[in-house]
């Protein structure tokens, strides 16, 4: 069974920079399409970035430019770089796995975002 953690987030100032990590345990990665959602207060819960087997990389429109999403598979880690972080990123961040045509598989804890002056 596939466990997620999430790890890195906090408090940061708008224009500031977080990297959050994800270590996956119970299954090796590379398989995987590797997914980073978030999900801010009173709002469902979203994608933020992916990353498949390959290596081709997907952004939601509003964090273009600004977040890259990485993953090795050697250490079973995922990577969210954020930059230029605004107060709308404000969001707790989940990360999770897939098989390309599976479903997600069961959430992690996540691990909170906030962006503050």
């Known amino acids: 069974q596939v466990q997620l953690v999430e790890s890195g987030g906090g408090v940061v100032q708008p224009g500031g920079s977080l990297r959050l990590t994800c270590e996956i345990s119970g299954s090796h990665i590379a398989g995987y399409i590797m997914g980073w959602f978030r999900q801010a207060p009173g709002k469902q819960r979203e994608l933020a970035a992916h990353?498949?087997?390959?290596?081709?990389?997907y952004y939601t429109d509003s964090v273009k430019g600004r977040f890259a999403i990485s993953r090795d598979n050697a250490k079973k880690m995922v990577y969210l770089q954020m930059n230029n972080l605004k107060p709308e990123d404000t969001a707790v961040y989940y990360c999770?796995?897939?098989?390309?045509?599976?479903?997600?598989?069961?959430w992690g804890q996540g691990t909170q975002v906030t962006v503050s002056a």
């Open positions: 999770n796995s897939r098989y390309e045509s599976s479903l997600w598989n069961a």
């Open positions: 990353i498949t087997t390959g290596g081709t990389t």
